[in-house]
């Protein structure tokens, strides 16, 4: 079974180039916490878990590869393909298909390095929706998370994650940490008024233009 699910991702992934997107929607936390709070939220290690979403409604080809490709995301066999293509899948990531079309780069989309599964799940749903031509919408089949992932009520990307629990500094001069509920963007700045500059660099990382959203997350005044 493992072999089937290798052979099939090996197929798909070499037309997915295009596909791995930071996009998105979902809500900011209320205000920023502090690092002690942050650390206690976020998820430690690099190990991923795929939760396979309701898969009743897509055709029986369909559903077949939809999970192959899904549970293989984890696979460390299939990881080195998508690093060869100068991707590094991390969590939080979805995937879309078109419920009654086989598994294609134009019926499917998957988005990685979101800051929750609602945005992640906002991603693949948007970019699958915009392949083709052909009406109908996707439809969400799994998610990429953290290992042992249970809700909360902050999170980060698993590079903002990582950026953070490494590079935060010890000093006592202001740090912040801003990111981007809608998109994977994040900026780490220390210094007096660096929360200003924090939130000015994250927000043109975004790309959103006059829509960008940036918060401060995390905040050591």
Same mark, same amino acid.
Not at 15 to 18: D, F, P
């Given at each position: 079974m493992r072999r089937s699910v290798s052979v099939i991702t090996a197929g798909i992934a070499a037309?997915?180039?295009?596909l791995l997107l930071v996009a998105g929607a979902t809500a900011a936390a209320s205000g920023p916490l502090t690092p002690r709070q *942050? @650390? @206690?939220q976020l998820f430690k290690g690099d190990r991923l878990a795929v939760e396979l979403l309701d898969l009743s409604g897509l055709a029986p080809t369909t559903r077949a590869q939809a999970e192959a490709v899904a549970t293989s995301l984890t696979d460390p066999e299939i990881a080195a393909q998508w690093a060869a293509m100068g991707f590094s899948m991390g969590y939080y990531g979805a995937m879309a298909? @078109?419920? %009654?079309?086989? $598994?294609?780069p134009e019926s499917m989309a998957i988005s990685n390095n979101l800051h929750s599964p609602?945005?992640?799940?906002?991603a693949a749903m948007q970019a699958c929706n915009a392949l083709g031509e052909e009406e109908g919408e996707c439809v969400p089949v799994a998610?990429?998370?953290? =290992? =042992?992932? @249970?809700?909360?009520d902050f999170t980060l990307s698993q590079a903002a994650t990582e950026a953070f629990r490494s590079s935060w500094g =010890?000093? %006592?001069?202001?740090?912040?940490? *801003?990111?981007?509920?809608?998109?994977?963007?994040?900026?780490?700045? =220390?210094?007096?008024?660096? %929360? *200003?500059?924090? $939130?000015?660099s994250c927000?043109?990382?975004?790309? $959103?233009? %006059?829509?960008?959203?940036c918060v401060i997350g995390i905040a050591q005044e």
């Open positions: 037309g997915l180039a295009g *942050a @650390k @206690k298909v @078109k419920p %009654d079309r086989p $598994l294609s609602e945005a992640a799940e906002a998610l990429i998370l953290p =290992r =042992r992932y @249970k809700a909360r =010890r000093s %006592d001069a202001p740090q912040y940490l *801003a990111y981007s509920p809608s998109t994977g963007a994040f900026v780490i700045a =220390r210094g007096p008024g660096s %929360d *200003a500059a924090a $939130l000015a927000n043109e990382q975004t790309g $959103l233009g %006059d829509s960008a959203d």
